[in-house]
């Protein structure tokens, strides 16, 4: 959470890799983990060893030693491994993004390179709040509801139901909210859902006082339109919302 977006040279950032070596029958060859005595935005590493044949390397990026996991001899077992990124709920949290990339292809004795891009396990909202009429609205708060905690390391399509999704309440203004937006950002793991169910909708409720009266209000965060309701890991959302 943050009245501020974290600059891309820093949502971005490498400061651990793990690299996961798996065969093409996907058992595990190979793990490898290198530490960044700075971390970089990109980064050349030499040195690590690769067996040769058709294989997928799976690259994890700035996993704490208490997030890492024992890491499962194939690769099934390793597309079903969900992080823990509940740190993302308070604000005191200053810590990398956890990345994740993979290659699949062959390795054969001549390779010299291979390139891997990594993506952030997160997405980013982008909360923007105004008045269509300034002074009409007063004592303006917002909360992230069913907020994603947790989220798989490698691409899945499968929902993961919330534990403690709910973000801690936040103050856009205790005075009159005027016309011009005010933001916050939130981070948070993907939410993948089909949509047809609202239960599983990632959504933002937002209270404000017009005429000494308090009013709520429940926002799904998705496009109603097409009846699109997942928040995708590694993109950037905005929802421009005028109370009137």
């Known amino acids: 959470r943050a009245e ?3 600059a891309p040279d820093y949502e971005n950032l490498i400061g651990n890799l793990w690299i996961l070596q798996f065969d093409r029958e996907g058992i595990l060859i190979g793990s490898e983990r290198i530490v960044l005595t700075t971390p970089v935005l990109n980064t050349t590493l030499e040195g ?18 208490a997030e890492t996991p024992a890491w499962p001899d194939n690769l099934n077992g390793f597309k079903s491994l969900v992080v823990d990124m509940g740190w993302m709920k308070e604000r005191s949290a200053d810590r990398n993004v956890c990345l994740f990339g ?20 997160v997405c980013r909202l982008n909360i923007a709040v105004s008045a269509k009429t300034a002074g009409v609205f007063s004592n303006v708060k917002i909360q992230l509801k069913r907020a994603q905690t947790k989220g ?5 399509d499968t929902y993961l139901a919330p534990e403690s999704g709910d ?11 005027g016309t011009t937006s005010s933001y916050r950002y939130y981070y948070m793991a993907e939410n993948v859902t089909t949509g047809t169910n609202r239960d599983e909708r990632t959504q933002l409720q937002i209270k404000a006082t017009k005429g000494g009266t308090e009013y709520t209000k429940i926002i799904d965060l998705g496009r109603s339109d097409i009846n699109d309701y997942s928040l995708r890991r590694n993109n950037n ?5 005028i109370l009137e």
């Not at 067996?51 to 690259?59: A, D, E, N, Q």
């Not at 993979?102 to 390139?115: C, D, L, P, R």
């Not at 798989?152 to 899945?156: A, K």
């Open 102 to 121: 993979y290659y699949e292809g062959e390795i054969t004795t001549g390779t010299t390179a291979v390139n891997v891009v990594l993506g952030r396990l």
């Open 152 to 156: 798989y390391l490698f691409p899945s």
């Open 48 to 65: 690590v060893t690769l067996r040769t044949g058709r294989s997928t390397l799976c690259i994890v990026g700035n996993l704490t030693d």
């Open 237 to 241: 959302y905005t929802f421009n919302i």
């Open 167 to 177: 973000y801690t309440e936040e103050v856009i203004t205790a005075g009159t909210l």
């Open 4 to 6: 501020q977006p974290m």
